[in-house]
């Protein structure tokens, strides 16, 4: 064998078993975070690029453009709620959720990785959105936008775009965590039936002390307990969430039976879309129900009860 045929079978020998590992490599990296539904930064910046993975960004389209993760889809609030409900706030149907998402390219094979830069509170509620509708392959960026500034990761300004596609839920649309208000208050006055409800709000709404806009009443619903939605993180620092261990003892403190039936409600659903993923993807309670209307809901129906204990400030 010659010299040169000899070279020549070594470099294509190199170059297979290169192939090989990087593929092992990236089969044994799939495996790390494909079945994690909270991910991490340092992750992210792995598979960012990768051409079944799309980043969404679901902070104000001003904050987007001033710096996002490269390739991500900018994506707001009002393409995930319904213009024409009477209650301001409520989740988008079905059909206009996969029309927005078809019109940004997203694809029904897609892994999702969703952020914003409040601690992920309205990212956990285009999480609740796709999850009820069956599309489970989407996950939280732990610690949202300011993680992947804090490894100084590159950034970009220049708006993504796609090609639009036929987007459809094809899922098991059966995994409802949806409550709404006739509901919900019939099962207050079931005496058969163990409900824990959780107002995921701040002090000052939870006693009635502050109400904010598109509310016609302040205070709580009778009988809900409160654990701040901002509680399950380091709200005020690096907004990664908090260990499991810390999360079981602030949930546990309130939940006395884990087959109970758990009831999530902030303002209008969003902080408290936050709640329902901490609960059900990593504590994995079963029974959990976000109540979409949330407070503006209830405030709005006179007949009603509700309890508060201060004098209250209307905000607008």
Known sequence: MSWNRALYILILLSVLFGCKETEKSTEDHSD??????????EIVSKIHSYPTVKIIDLRPTENYLEGHIPGALSLSRAEMTAPEHPIPGMRALP????????SKGIKNTDTLVLYDGRGNAEAARLWCLLYANGF?????????YGAWTALDLPKETEATHHEPVSFEFKGDSSLDLWIDTEELHSWLQDSTRNVTIIDTRTLDEYSGKRQKANALRAGHIPGAKRIDWADALNYH???????????QELYGRIIE????????????????????????????????????????AWSRRPELPIEQDSITQILK
């Open 32 to 41: 790390q975070w494909k079945s994690a539904q909270l991910i991490e930064a």
């Open 95 to 102: 059909k206009q959720l996969a029309a927005t998402l078809g």
């Open 136 to 144: 489970t392959n989407s996950k939280l960026l732990n610690g949202g």
């Open 237 to 247: 620092g690096d907004h990664l969430v908090k260990s499991i261990e810390e999360l």
């Open 257 to 296: 039976d884990r087959s109970d039936t758990i009831v999530v409600y902030c303002h209008s659903g969003v902080r408290s879309s936050f709640t329902t993923f901490v609960l059900t993807q990593l504590l994995d309670y079963k029974n959990v129900r976000n109540y979409d209307g949330s407070w503006t």
